[in-house]
């Protein structure tokens, strides 16, 4: 009987993982759902190992990756095993996102499955374990993903195509077989003709403008018929007949071949254009294009437009005359060829991304003029929208070359003026400090003497955050990476920051002790920017809470008030440099540098910030740090 018993585990060991399908087997402890075993097709198409998923609880060794916030797979997966142990029957989930951990990263593989949760009975039919066995469908939900985007952007496409027919600014019409029969005007072209779509539809355009018979264009529409010869015409006078008056139009017009799917001429297309105030006006037209022409030659911009991928297909003289190329040598080489290298993979990330998301695409590069020399442009396109679907872009670079001279003489000024002023300003201190101890009992200049040191802080805080900026401006801020404790450091900041501000209650919460690396003055420069801008802007509460709390394998420290809050517009120019917001009538005190100099801090840690904030109730100020020790 025992020989009978191991022969049948080594059955199920042999079965369950050689089986080319993957398979957990789990344990009904919810909400843990412990793995007891996994086989080794589960651990291929997961990218585990057994040592790390044994033991565990699904949902840890699987946890949900955070980008993805629309899928709720955990819910649907608990779900599952719950229908399955409810109704004692195998559940199945069809096409859901469920993302599994890169080993040895922080990254997660998106990953689509079919799978099949199956209860394993007892002898009294209640349930014993799950057999967990997912699908690997992600390619296959992919490619049906891509079919539907194909067909959709086909739909697009066509009613594009309808769309910019019925809304050009040239009249367009179509003339279908050897009679050619009005098949499609658009409303320009019904202006034209001084008829509506509706009254020739379906007749001969002969017939519908009989005015215009005689006239060499039935002979010009029967040559682009049989021949496929596109024909151009400019300025032509064209008699009609328009609410019952006759008219000369004069047009410019092209007659193209109207092709069938299979490339078999069945009619004519005619775009046309009335030009007759143009041919009445020349005098006037000819003046007014000569003024276009100078206002064009002394605007400073260069103009571009690319289309709905994002190829160039157009670019002004002025742009011709920077670089020294033709328009076409221009198009057909891109922007690439002339932007400096240090600034092309900025450009290009940010032009892929505004096709992405279809806004404002706006960057700042060096363009090679044609004698090799650089300068800085700003450049700056917006999408041309039906529908909301783009069907081109229209951009302009603007010369900001001596606008950047101006930044980097302002930021030397900085640079040397706080430079400048610290040396007096540490001397007076020397002395302001003497003076202090050299008071005994004498109330008055006491006061008077720490009210100095006390402004005297304040002008070293101004001056200190001009050298930080000033400092990341040319690249020189210095970091004395060390390991931290980060408790400790709380601590300390919030202690120093209590006895300077009584005002404020500042409450800490949670604050675990937790090591990493990085420069103990500089965080805990962040950290008393934080608490002191957070008393600051609540003059009317009594409390700031900061509270400290590790997620997977960083911390997040927040900074909470109770003041006057941030409106949502203003959140994300924060941490701009020089940027602060008034909301009230008061008015703050400070340069707008503490939080510009605290996100380059925060970044050089490889650490993250956000703001959450309502009007007029208050803000909460987070940071998070990786735990890289």
Same mark, same amino acid.
């Given at each position: ?13 042999? =079965? ?15 909400? *843990? ?16 190992? /057994? ?46 996102r ?55 952007? *086909?739909?697009?496409?066509r ?8 809304? !050009?600014? =040239?009249?367009?019409? $179509? ?5 050619y ?8 072209? &019904? ?12 007749? /001969? ?6 005015? !215009?018979? +005689? ?12 021949t496929?010869?596109? #024909? ?47 041919i009445?006006?020349?005098q ?12 064009? &030659? ?54 892929a ?12 590069? /060096?363009? /090679?003029?044609?004698? +090799? ?7 700056r396109?917006?999408? #041309?929208?039906?529908?909301?679907? =783009?069907?081109?872009? *229209? ?11 101006? &930044? ?21 201190? !020397?002395y ?27 002008l ?14 040319? +690249? ?34 949670g604050n ?9 003055y500089?965080l ?24 400290s &709390?590790v997620?997977?394998?960083?911390? =997040? ?8 809050? $941030? ?20 008015k ?6 503490? *939080? ?10 490889? +650490? ?14 987070? #940071? ?6």
């Amino acid at each position: 009987m025992r020989e009978i018993v191991q022969l049948s585990a080594e059955d199920y060991h042999s =079965v369950f993982n050689k089986s080319e399908a993957t398979k957990l087997l789990l344990a009904i402890d919810a909400p *843990l759902y412990t793995i007891l075993d996994a086989n080794c097709a589960y651990l291929n198409a997961t990218n585990s190992t /057994r040592e790390a998923l044994v033991g565990k609880s699904v949902f840890g060794a699987f946890p949900a990756n955070p980008t993805d916030e629309e899928s709720k797979n955990i819910e649907r997966t608990i779900f599952s095993f719950e229908e399955a142990i409810r109704t004692k029957k195998p559940h199945t989930m069809h096409n859901y996102r469920y993302d599994i951990p890169i080993r040895d990263s922080n990254e997660f593989e998106e990953r689509y499955w079919t799978t099949t949760n199956t209860p394993v009975l007892n002898e009294d039919g209640s349930v014993k374990f799950l057999i967990h066995s997912p699908t690997n469908v992600t390619e296959i939900y992919k490619l049906a993903e891509r079919e539907k985007l194909a067909m959709e952007a *086909l739909r697009n496409q066509r009613k594009q195509l309808y769309a910019i027919f019925m809304q !050009a600014p =040239v009249g367009i019409g $179509i003339f279908k077989g050897p009679e050619y029969i009005v098949d499609l005007i658009n409303p320009p072209l &019904e202006k034209i003709y001084g008829r509506s779509f509706d009254e020739m539809k379906g007749l /001969r355009v002969f017939d519908a403008l009989p005015s !215009a018979r +005689g006239h060499g264009f039935e002979e010009l529409l029967e040559n682009v018929r049989l021949t496929g010869e596109p #024909f151009y015409g400019n300025g032509l006078p064209i008699p009609l007949l328009r609410d019952g008056v006759p008219e000369t139009v004069y047009v410019d017009f092209v007659y193209e071949p109207f092709r069938d799917d299979d490339g078999t001429i069945i009619g004519v297309i005619c775009v046309a254009t009335e030009i007759t105030d143009k041919i009445e006006g020349q005098q006037r037209l000819e003046a007014s294009e000569a003024q276009f022409r100078f206002m064009a &030659e002394s605007m400073p911009q260069q103009v571009w437009t690319a289309d709905v991928n994002g190829a160039l297909d157009y670019v002004n003289e002025r742009t011709q005359d920077y670089f020294g190329k033709t328009a076409e040598h221009i198009i057909g080489a891109g922007w690439q060829e002339f932007i400096h290298p240090d600034d092309l993979q900025a450009c290009l990330k940010n032009w892929a991304q505004a096709l992405e998301t279809k806004q404002l695409y706006q960057v700042e590069f /060096r363009l /090679r003029r044609l004698d +090799g020399q650089y300068r800085w442009y700003l450049a700056r396109a917006l999408p #041309f929208k039906i529908d909301d679907a =783009v069907v081109m872009w *229209l951009g302009t670079n603007t010369d900001i070359e001596e606008h950047k001279k101006i &930044e980097q003489q302002k930021d030397e000024f900085i640079s040397i003026a706080s430079h400048e002023l610290k040396t007096p300003l540490t001397s007076l201190k !020397a002395y302001l400090q003497l003076m202090d101890r050299s008071v005994n009992n004498a109330e008055s200049p006491g006061v008077f003497v720490s009210k100095s040191l006390q402004q005297l802080k304040r002008l070293e805080k101004l001056i200190a955050d001009l050298l930080d900026v000033s400092k990341i401006s040319a +690249g020189k801020m210095t970091y004395n990476m060390d390991l931290l404790n980060m408790n400790e450091l709380i601590g300390e900041v919030v202690q120093n920051v209590q006895l300077a501000n009584t005002s404020h209650r500042l409450i800490v919460e949670g604050n675990p002790t937790v090591m990493l690396h990085g420069d103990h003055y500089r965080l805990e420069q962040v950290l008393t920017n934080f608490l002191t801008n957070a008393v600051k802007y609540s003059p009317d509460a009594d409390e700031v809470i900061i509270r400290s &709390e590790v997620q997977d394998d960083s911390i =997040v420290v927040s900074v909470q008030d109770f003041g006057i809050g $941030i409106e949502r517009d203003n959140l994300g120019k924060l941490f701009e440099r020089f940027y602060r917001v008034d909301n009230t009538a008061m008015k703050y005190e400070g340069l707008g540098l503490g *939080l510009y100099v605290s996100a380059e801090i925060l970044a050089r840690h490889n +650490g993250t910030f956000w703001i959450k904030s309502e009007f007029g109730k208050g803000s909460t100020f987070y #940071f998070k740090l990786p735990l890289n020790v």
